[in-house]
Every structure is written in structure tokens, then in C-alpha cells.
């Protein structure tokens, strides 16, 4: 290249669109890993719970899953195990909830629901999203199992509360003012304490019910029991399925899809969706990183095919006297694409010390501008509470640890690799298509 200032130039611009490359794709590898890392505390599987379009739920909202509907799903090829989650409201008997610092409850209310308590009802709970997800962790004990009767989790802030540990029996009452209590059930249900959880609410609490330390999971007879319902007549909230390790996931669902269920008031979700926030983030992340890698690419190969434009009308002549000399088309493509490989062959090595300190910085700035726009939508979208699954799903992902790869700069080289190609070809062939004489009277 004999131009010093358009080398330049040239040099600037491949290091600009190779360091964008390198970090944008290095941000999009960190945010694949976080799709990665989530897909493995959710599990392989897909969830079939309410249809919100035209299944509002029960009198607060709850799902009304049927028990018949989930065996149909459990019974599949490739459903490894699955998770059925029944959710009441019950009282605490001889013990004492957790509250808030402030006044959260009027009088009423304080009757009514002032010693009560959130209880999942689970035919197993450690493969639940809560402990899958690593919101709340088991810290004493274990988990509950399906054969379990009259058995339960508490945190254990509550079990200290109330000098609880394992083994310790725990009584609830159904508190017949939930509006989900149809029968207004009172029945008690008396439970061991088989095990002790941890776990911090992630938002601001305006409630008690929130807290996290106010929930409990015990299994389904006791959850049947306080409600006074019958494995015929319960209702779930969801049942999430999981596949086993070698089945087509995708096929599973299918083959759900088409069993004898009423799909309009029910359907099935990737399980993924219980962190619908985090996913969010990611899909937000790389759709960001893809328009700015192609925003990037497309801009930097105008300039160079601009500048080359320029480059080769100013060597008509030199062309046209090679190929009279015998010299190949192709020679003569060959020396331009390697002219331009020379000046970008130190621009990667430049962009890549460029890039190890920009993407970190890159990935920072996206997700918070992917986070920012989440938050606007779910304010938009109304209020949210504190409570555990809440948090899950509106929680965010909170940082993004980029490190540069060798395949980010690897897609670098190739991407500009084929800028050149593409701009070598659009600029010079239609100049090497004339005659040597053509291409001499142009220089003229």
C-alpha cells in the first residue's frame, strides 16, 4: 500500500471493526454461559401450569392444574421425574410467624391472616426450582420424598424463632379466611420437621406473607388434609417434567402436546421460564451484541470499500500495464487481498489487546441497558411482590463476567477476512472485467 494516510486509515478501521467483533462476541459467548448455567438449575424440562390468556385461576390466582392431567405427562416416554406443587394458606399452631419492621397489617387483616404462613405442598422438593435454582438451600436434615405423610421444610429463621430444629413437630391449621379455601377449611395437619432451609428475599418486603422465612413446604397429604380435598377433587399450582438425560426434549413436548388435555386452559413452558428474568437478560445481551457486531461490520466495510474505491482508481494504470504484461486477473486480485491482509494482520494484534479491556466493559453497559428496559416494562406492567416466587421470576442478572476467547478472536479474522474478500471483489472486478487498453485510456 503506497498511500501512507489511506493505509492508515485502513488500519484504523480494521482495528475498530476487530476489536468490536472480539468483544461483542466474547459478551455473547459469557451470556451463552449464563443460558448454560441456567439450563442446568432448572433441569431439562417443561412446565404445564395455567394458560393466563383464558385461565385466570383460582379466586387469587393460583393455578388449577388437574391432578389426572399430570399423570398423563408423568407417564410419558422420557420423563425422567416431575415435581407437583400444591399452594395454601394455613396458620401456625404454637408458633409464632416472622415479621416485617414495620406496621404491614390493619386490624382486620391482622386477625385474619396475622399468624399465617405460605406452604407449597411438593411430592418431592429437592429437584423444585426454589432449590434447583439455589434461592433457598437445604442447610440441616433433607429433602421431602414422595412416600412422605405429615413431613416438613421450615426455614431456619422460623425454626430458630420458635426453638424448632429437625425432628421437631410443627401444627398447621388451614385458615379458612384464604380465598382459595373453599371448604373454609380449619383441619390441622401435625408435621415432623425432616429438614432446615436458607434463603434471603432478593426485593424489598412490604408484607410478612413475603418473607421468605414464611414459607414452608411439606408434602401433599398435608397440604390435602388442611383444605380438606382428595387427590380426586385437589388442584395443582403447576407440575414441572423433567426428561431423562438422553431424550429428545423437544419431542417429549410434542408428544405432550398432543395428549387429551384441555390446551386452552392449560399449556406447557420450557422450564426455563422460572427465571423467566435472568433468561430475559441473556436473550437481551447477545440480541444487543449481534446488532452491534453487525451495525459494526456493515459501517466498517463501507469505509474500506470506499477507500479502496479510491485506491484502485488511482492504480487504472498499474493495472492496465500488468495484465498487458501477461500478469493473471487473478495474480492481480490476489496482490490486492494480500496488500490489505498486510495492514490487517497488526490491526488483530492491536484489537486484541483493545478488546481484553473493552469487553468486560462492553457487556457491563449492555446488561445494564437490558436490565434498565426489563425494569420500565415490569413497572409498566404493575406491581410486584417480594415473595418467593416473585422474586424468581422478576429477578435480574446482576453482573456478567466477560473474559475474551480464542474463538471470539478467531470470528474477528473471519469476519473481517470476508469483509475484505467481499470488498476486494465488489471494487476490483468490475475494473478487471475491461481490457488492459480500457483500463490505460481510464488512467489517462
Same mark, same amino acid.
Given at each position: 500500500?503506497?498511500?501512507?494516510? $489511506?493505509?492508515?486509515?485502513?488500519?484504523?478501521?480494521?482495528?475498530?471493526?476487530?476489536?468490536?467483533?472480539?468483544?461483542?462476541?466474547?459478551?455473547?459467548?459469557?451470556?451463552?454461559?449464563?443460558?448454560?448455567?441456567?439450563?442446568?438449575?432448572?433441569?431439562?424440562?417443561?412446565?404445564?401450569?395455567?394458560?393466563?390468556?383464558?385461565?385466570?385461576?383460582?379466586?387469587?390466582?393460583?393455578?388449577?392444574?388437574?391432578?389426572?392431567?399430570?399423570? $398423563?405427562?408423568?407417564?410419558?416416554?422420557?420423563?425422567?421425574?416431575?415435581?407437583?406443587?400444591?399452594?395454601?394458606?394455613?396458620?401456625?399452631?404454637?408458633?409464632?410467624?416472622?415479621?416485617?419492621?414495620?406496621?404491614?397489617?390493619?386490624?382486620?387483616?391482622?386477625?385474619?391472616?396475622?399468624? &399465617?404462613?405460605?406452604?407449597?405442598?411438593?411430592?418431592? %422438593?429437592?429437584?423444585?426450582?426454589?432449590?434447583?435454582?439455589?434461592?433457598?438451600?437445604?442447610?440441616?436434615?433433607?429433602?421431602?420424598?414422595?412416600?412422605?405423610?405429615?413431613?416438613?421444610?421450615?426455614?431456619?429463621?422460623?425454626?430458630?424463632?420458635?426453638?424448632?430444629?429437625?425432628?421437631?413437630?410443627?401444627?398447621?391449621?388451614?385458615?379458612?379466611?384464604?380465598?382459595?379455601?373453599?371448604?373454609?377449611?380449619?383441619?390441622?395437619?401435625?408435621?415432623?420437621?425432616?429438614?432446615?432451609?436458607?434463603?434471603?428475599?432478593?426485593?424489598?418486603?412490604?408484607?410478612? %406473607?413475603?418473607?421468605?422465612?414464611?414459607?414452608?413446604?411439606?408434602?401433599?397429604? %398435608?397440604?390435602?388434609?388442611?383444605?380438606?380435598?382428595?387427590?380426586?377433587?385437589?388442584?395443582?399450582?403447576?407440575?414441572?417434567?423433567?426428561?431423562?438425560?438422553?431424550?429428545?426434549?423437544?419431542?417429549?413436548?410434542?408428544? &405432550?402436546?398432543?395428549?387429551?388435555?384441555?390446551?386452552?386452559?392449560?399449556?406447557?413452558?420450557?422450564?426455563?421460564?422460572?427465571?423467566?428474568?435472568?433468561?430475559?437478560?441473556?436473550?437481551?445481551?447477545?440480541?444487543?451484541?449481534?446488532?452491534?457486531?453487525?451495525?459494526?461490520?456493515?459501517?466498517?466495510?463501507?469505509?474500506?470499500?470506499?477507500?479502496?474505491?479510491?485506491?484502485?482508481?488511482?492504480?487504472?494504470?498499474?493495472?492496465?500495464?500488468?495484465?498487458?504484461?501477461?500478469?493473471?486477473?487473478?495474480?492481480?486480485?490476489?496482490?490486492?487481498?494480500?496488500?490489505?491482509?498486510?495492514?490487517?494482520?497488526?490491526?488483530?494484534?492491536?484489537?486484541?489487546?483493545?478488546?481484553?479491556?473493552?469487553?468486560?466493559?462492553?457487556?457491563?453497559?449492555?446488561?445494564?441497558?437490558?436490565?434498565?428496559?426489563?425494569?420500565?416494562?415490569?413497572?409498566?406492567?404493575?406491581?410486584?411482590?417480594?415473595?418467593?416466587?416473585?422474586?424468581?421470576?422478576?429477578?435480574?442478572?446482576? %453482573?456478567?463476567?466477560?473474559?475474551?476467547?480464542?474463538?471470539?478472536?478467531?470470528?474477528?479474522?473471519?469476519?473481517?477476512?470476508?469483509?475484505?474478500?467481499?470488498?476486494?471483489?465488489?471494487?476490483?472486478?468490475?475494473?478487471?472485467?475491461?481490457?488492459?487498453?480500457?483500463?490505460?485510456?481510464?488512467?489517462?
Amino acid at each position: 500500500m503506497r498511500k501512507p494516510v $489511506k493505509t492508515l486509515i485502513l488500519l484504523l478501521v480494521f482495528i475498530i471493526m476487530a476489536t468490536v467483533v472480539m468483544a461483542a462476541s466474547a459478551v455473547t459467548h459469557a451470556a451463552d454461559q449464563v443460558s448454560d448455567d441456567i439450563d442446568t438449575k432448572t433441569g431439562r424440562g417443561f412446565v404445564l401450569e395455567n394458560n393466563p390468556l383464558y385461565n385466570l385461576g383460582t379466586p387469587r390466582g393460583a393455578g388449577t392444574v388437574k391432578g389426572a392431567d399430570i399423570q $398423563k405427562l408423568a407417564g410419558l416416554d422420557g420423563v425422567d421425574s416431575y415435581v407437583a406443587r400444591q399452594n395454601v394458606t394455613a396458620d401456625l399452631v404454637n408458633a409464632k410467624v416472622q415479621k416485617v419492621e414495620h406496621d404491614d397489617y390493619d386490624t382486620q387483616r391482622e386477625a385474619q391472616f396475622g399468624n &399465617a404462613v405460605n406452604v407449597w405442598g411438593v411430592n418431592q %422438593s429437592e429437584i423444585s426450582n426454589n432449590f434447583r435454582s439455589g434461592a433457598l438451600q437445604l442447610v440441616a436434615g433433607r429433602h421431602l420424598k414422595p412416600d412422605d405423610t405429615h413431613k416438613a421444610l421450615i426455614h431456619e429463621d422460623l425454626a430458630k424463632a420458635n426453638d424448632l430444629t429437625v425432628g421437631s413437630k410443627l401444627t398447621l391449621k388451614g385458615n379458612k379466611y384464604d380465598a382459595d379455601n373453599q371448604r373454609q377449611s380449619t383441619a390441622e395437619a401435625t408435621t415432623e420437621i425432616v429438614g432446615l432451609f436458607s434463603g434471603k428475599n432478593t426485593q424489598p418486603v412490604a408484607q410478612r %406473607s413475603e418473607l421468605f422465612a414464611n414459607t414452608l413446604f411439606t408434602d401433599l397429604d %398435608s397440604t390435602r388434609k388442611l383444605y380438606d380435598v382428595t387427590s380426586e377433587t385437589e388442584i395443582y399450582q403447576d407440575a414441572n417434567f423433567f426428561a431423562a438425560k438422553d431424550a429428545d426434549l423437544d419431542q417429549i413436548m410434542e408428544t &405432550a402436546a398432543a395428549q387429551d388435555i384441555d390446551w386452552q386452559n392449560y399449556q406447557i413452558s420450557p422450564a426455563t421460564q422460572y427465571l423467566s428474568g435472568i433468561t430475559g437478560a441473556v436473550v437481551g445481551v447477545t440480541n444487543v451484541m449481534r446488532t452491534t457486531t453487525l451495525a459494526t461490520t456493515v459501517f466498517a466495510g463501507a469505509i474500506v470499500m470506499i477507500i479502496l474505491f479510491l485506491w484502485l482508481n488511482e492504480r487504472h494504470k498499474e493495472t492496465g500495464t500488468l495484465l498487458s504484461m501477461g500478469v493473471t486477473k487473478t495474480s492481480i486480485v490476489g496482490q490486492y487481498l494480500a496488500e490489505l491482509a498486510l495492514i490487517a494482520v497488526p490491526a488483530f494484534g492491536i484489537a486484541y489487546l483493545a478488546a481484553s479491556r473493552l469487553a468486560q466493559s462492553m457487556g457491563s453497559a449492555a446488561l445494564g441497558a437490558v436490565n434498565n428496559s426489563a425494569k420500565q416494562e415490569m413497572s409498566q406492567a404493575g406491581q410486584f411482590g417480594a415473595d418467593l416466587e416473585s422474586s424468581a421470576s422478576t429477578q435480574t442478572l446482576d %453482573s456478567l463476567s466477560v473474559g475474551l476467547t480464542s474463538s471470539a478472536a478467531v470470528q474477528a479474522v473471519g469476519v473481517c477476512a470476508v469483509v475484505i474478500v467481499v470488498v476486494v471483489a465488489i471494487t476490483a472486478i468490475p475494473m478487471l472485467r475491461k481490457p488492459p487498453r480500457a483500463i490505460l485510456v481510464d488512467a489517462a
